[in-house]
Nanobody, 123 residues
């Protein structure tokens, strides 16, 4: 099972990026998927998650209203649309998948991880 994250890059504050995470070797259509991020010297933080049949959940303190998680089941792909980016959004972004359909905001609840994609936001 592989999760391949892409779409990172360098943008100025206020800009947008869309991250993609495509799975191979396993379908996650009935499973929860999530995005986490890790800035230098910090722990891996929850960003957003989407499960089966329920509404997405976001880290309300940091990204609510600016980021949107979605999924294309036919493409086995989960997206993270990031708007109004801020310098504090700079981090490596990781996608993750669970064997369970239920969402979780805890990194330890996820069974599969992608390699990460760098997002850099300059002021």
């Amino acid at each position: 099972v592989q999760l391949q994250a892409s779409g990172g890059g360098s943008v100025q504050a206020g800009g947008s990026l869309r991250l993609s995470c495509t799975s191979s070797g396993r379908s996650f259509s009935n499973n929860a998927m999530g995005w986490f991020r890790q800035a230098p010297g910090r722990e891996r933080d929850f960003v957003a998650t989407i499960g089966w049949g329920g509404p997405p959940t976001y880290n309300e303190d940091s990204v609510k209203g600016r980021f949107t998680i979605s999924r294309d089941i036919r493409r086995n792909t989960v997206y993270l649309q990031m708007n109004s980016l801020r310098p504090e959004d700079t981090a490596i972004y990781y996608c993750a998948g669970r064997r369970s359909a239920g969402i979780s905001t805890s990194a330890s609840a996820y069974d599969y991880w992608g390699q990460g994609t760098q997002v850099t936001v300059s002021s």
